[in-house]
């Protein structure tokens, strides 16, 4: 029987171990990710945000509301304006006006339309100028570029463009060919032979001055008339004159206010934005760079408009994450460039890259889009297509946006489209010629590409759910596990990059985070992984060839230990020629630094899982030379002691009849295991228990009493302390699951094999400590390893069943 109860969780001493004691969640190594992903980001420290600074932007959107007010009460009264003077002076008193003030009205009123009209459609254009500059600097890139290449990588990148192009398989490409057949807004010549002085980019300059003028021409027109004050003389009899002067009065002064207000706001405008240099202010406390400019003048004049055009608080409602994701949407090269860039220091700054990736997250179109671009393959859409993988590598980074983004249809082949190793070849004529043609542009970085994708996938494998997805793509573990493709060339000299060392790294790190995947998710994935024909062999690599690159020989048997979970895959590593010679030599090999010590701790636990319950994998290990001596003198290294005896118990469990001959050295170990089951704790002594009960079953009583002499240790002592261990843990262990199990499995072998240790254990308690084992009993201990909190391996014989053994020998004796 058994029954739920609490638990004790002791801090381990020693290893941390991720199999042989259930794990909530598997320990990630997120230091270390977060350090390769600023060396390929660029950014430094944590993204999370420390301050609550204002917004930015929040700067020009007060501006463009204070600027709207001044527009809007112009405009206001300047209509008062144009009614008074149609309706009251032109209409009413058209005829009793003098000559001079009628042509006054009649130049104002023309003016002031000019303004009003040339006004209404200036941001309008002045949106279009803001390309000019986006222009220029794209242009004169290209003109460096080209500059730079030698002709044969200029011919190499026509025939790729023209090959891409009939192949009709990359959007940006059709979008850029698009582009090319239909005119740019700011090259357009409005008036046929007019010259620079009609093209759309100029026209905002020129309603800008025409404002201007005709303000201070209505200014000086309406001043003049308040100050002369000569409306005429109204005589005696001329009631319909003895309004005019009043009427007179009040229109030059509405006209003189709507003037000056507007010369008011352009003031202030001029002065914000000339002397205070409030775009430039923004766009540094942004982080934009150079390029930013555009993108805080589009910002700062799309809200102008909608201020202006709608209600004066409708800019207000605006931001700058809002404004990108719009950009990013757009069928426009540089608008989607705009967007890009804006999210992308964003997301990358401290200040604001939670709120960015919140707002981010919770947009699926905006998120849909990142994950298009990551399709676009041509040149021209590079830049675009690496912000949209840094950005993407953030939103993965929050675990609840990376759920969000491996949840959009195609997401996981999208990400797949950034590795690309250019080995392999299609059976497609059509995939052939155009991997070629990516192959041969030397200049486009696939590099920096492969490592977005592999860190995105990383953080993405976080999640269990998506790992099934990453384990269900298509060809995308094939991928993965071709990027740890490595040989002596690489890693035997200097030859190897550090992109290259880092591939390698990244590929080894996600193949270690699917393998370890728990439940049937992971089950799965450990076979298709194994089933890669390419995975056992490359890693076998870098246990050949890696000792100038400890860390990658660290991962590697890593997901060795991982596969071994699998009986399939166990024989597959075992079956693997020189596998299991690598990490028998590895295991052994004298520790110099920390880094070495970690490889050998691997390389024991990767040993330990092939020899469990595998008769064959048993056989390859003793069948290396002087393997149980090397095993028995590891036992009192404190570095090596707890794999060690492991990797002993297994081989004595499971060996098969063929090489038992071989085990025979293992007696040697007895004083050794005696002496830790008396003085250590913890896993230690968990292990030596263990090996402690598969040792005695191949020796004699004699080869027992002498181990006991040779340890200084009698048989009254043992027991007292295999009673000691059962009552300090009472209930079941997480971090020594099998203590109990072995403490009864030795206690039945040493009542077996002299029964005045019956007596002995009565003395110190055995039964009632054997009653109560029976009664907290749980699943936690009847499995040998765990994968997450999902136990694997079941014991063949309960621990319920092992207690009523032990109740049955003492009854008996």
Not at 730 to 744: A, E, L, T
Request: glycine share 6%.
């Amino acid at each position: 029987m058994s029954i739920i109860l609490p638990i004790i969780n002791q801090q381990p001493s020693g290893d941390i171990s991720t199999f042989f004691e259930p794990q909530g969640e598997l320990a990630r190594e997120r230091t270390e990710w977060k350090l390769e992903e600023q060396y390929i980001t660029g950014t430094s420290g944590s993204s999370t945000s420390t301050t609550t600074k204002l917004a930015p932007e929040k700067k020009l959107t007060l501006f463009a509301l204070r600027l709207a007010i001044l527009e809007k009460a112009a405009s206001g009264i300047g209509a008062l304006g144009f009614i008074w003077a149609t309706v009251v002076l032109l209409g009413g008193f058209a005829i009793t006006l003098e000559k001079k003030d009628f042509w006054f009205i009649t130049v104002i009123l023309l003016i002031e339309g000019t303004r009003i009209f040339s006004r209404s459609h200036e941001l309008e254009w002045q949106h279009q100028a803001t390309w000019s500059v986006t222009e220029a600097g794209r242009a004169s890139f290209r003109k460096l570029r080209s500059g730079s290449r030698s002709v044969l990588q200029a011919t190499k990148a026509f025939i790729s463009s023209v090959s891409i192009l009939r192949s009709g398989g990359i959007a940006g490409d059709v979008q850029r060919v698009s582009e090319h057949r239909t005119w740019r807004s700011p090259e357009v010549p409005l008036l046929p032979y007019a010259g620079w002085i009609f093209l759309s980019r100029n026209i905002s300059k020129i309603l800008y001055w025409l404002q201007l003028f005709s303000a201070s021409a209505c200014v000086v027109l309406s001043l003049m008339r308040l100050v002369q004050q000569d409306f005429g003389d109204v005589r005696a009899g001329e009631s319909d004159k003895k309004n005019r002067k009043s009427a007179l009065n009040i229109f030059y002064a509405l006209a003189f206010a709507e003037a000056l207000m507007f010369l008011m706001e352009k003031a202030y405008w001029e002065w914000k934005v000339s002397h205070c240099r409030i775009l430039e202010e923004v766009n540094k406390e942004c982080d934009l760079g150079a390029k930013g400019m555009i993108s805080i003048k589009r910002f700062f004049y799309d809200s102008y408009s909608r201020c202006v055009n709608g209600s004066i608080f409708d800019g207000l409602k605006m931001d700058l994450v809002t404004f990108a994701e719009e950009l990013l949407a757009s069928s426009s090269h540089d608008e989607q460039l705009i967007g890009a860039n804006i999210l992308l220091k964003f997301a990358t700054n401290l200040e604001f890259s939670d709120e960015t990736l919140r707002k981010l997250g919770t947009s699926t179109p905006a998120m849909e889009r990142l994950l298009e671009m990551l399709n676009w393959k041509s040149k021209e859409e590079e830049e675009l297509r690496r912000s949209a993988a840094v950005i993407t590598l953030k939103l993965a980074s929050k675990k609840q946006n990376a759920l969000r983004v491996a949840g959009i249809p195609g997401a996981m082949e999208s990400i797949s489209s950034l590795l690309y190793t250019g080995r392999g070849v299609s059976s497609k004529p059509d995939e052939i010629c155009h991997r070629c043609i990516i192959v041969n542009r030397s200049n486009y970085e696939f590099s920096v590409f492969n490592l977005y994708g592999l860190l995105i996938l990383k953080k993405l494998s976080r999640d269990h759910d998506n790992c099934g997805k990453i384990g269900n793509t298509r060809g995308l573990l094939a991928k993965i596990i071709d990027f740890s493709s490595t040989g002596e060339w690489l890693l035997g000299g200097n030859a190897a990059s550090e992109q290259q060392i880092r591939a390698v790294k990244s590929s080894l790190q996600v193949t270690k985070m699917l393998a370890s995947t728990t439940g049937n998710t992971g089950k799965n994935l450990r076979r298709e992984i194994a089933e890669i024909v390419f995975t056992v062999s490359n890693i076998r690599e870098i246990l050949q060839f890696g000792e100038k690159h400890l860390e990658l020989q660290k991962l590697g048997i890593e997901i060795l230990t991982s596969l071994a979970m699998d009986e399939l895959a166990k024989e597959k590593i075992g079956g693997t020629g020189g596998m299991i010679k690598e990490l028998v030599r590895l295991f052994f090999r004298p520790p110099t630094t920390g880094d070495h010590s970690a490889v050998s701790i691997e390389a024991g636990e990767a040993l330990t899982m092939l020899a469990l319950e595998n008769k064959m994998n048993c056989d390859r290990i003793l069948k290396e030379d002087y393997a149980v001596e090397r095993f028995v003198v590891a036992l009192s290294d404190p570095v090596l002691q707890i794999n060690s005896s492991r990797i002993l118990r297994n081989l004595c469990a499971y060996t098969s009849s063929v090489c038992y001959s071989r085990l025979r050295g293992v007696i040697a170990a007895i004083p050794s295991v005696l002496n830790c089951i008396m003085f250590e704790e913890m896993k230690l002594l968990e292990v030596s228990l263990g090996l402690a009960v598969q040792i005695f079953r191949i020796t004699s009583n004699e080869e027992y009493i002498q181990g006991l002499e040779t340890a200084e240790v009698d048989e009254t002592s043992v027991a007292g302390k295999m009673v000691a261990i059962l009552k300090k843990y009472d209930y079941p262990s997480i971090k020594v699951p099998r203590i109990r199990r072995f403490v009864v499995e030795l206690a039945i072998w040493m009542m077996k094999s002299n029964q005045k240790y019956i007596e002995i254990f009565k003395e110190f308690g055995m039964e009632k400590e054997l009653e109560g084992i029976a009664e907290t009993t749980t699943e936690l201990e009847c499995f040998n390893v765990f994968s997450g909190s999902v136990g694997l391996s079941r014991h063949c014989v309960s621990l319920y069943g092992l207690v009523d053994s032990a109740l049955e020998l003492m009854a008996e004796g």
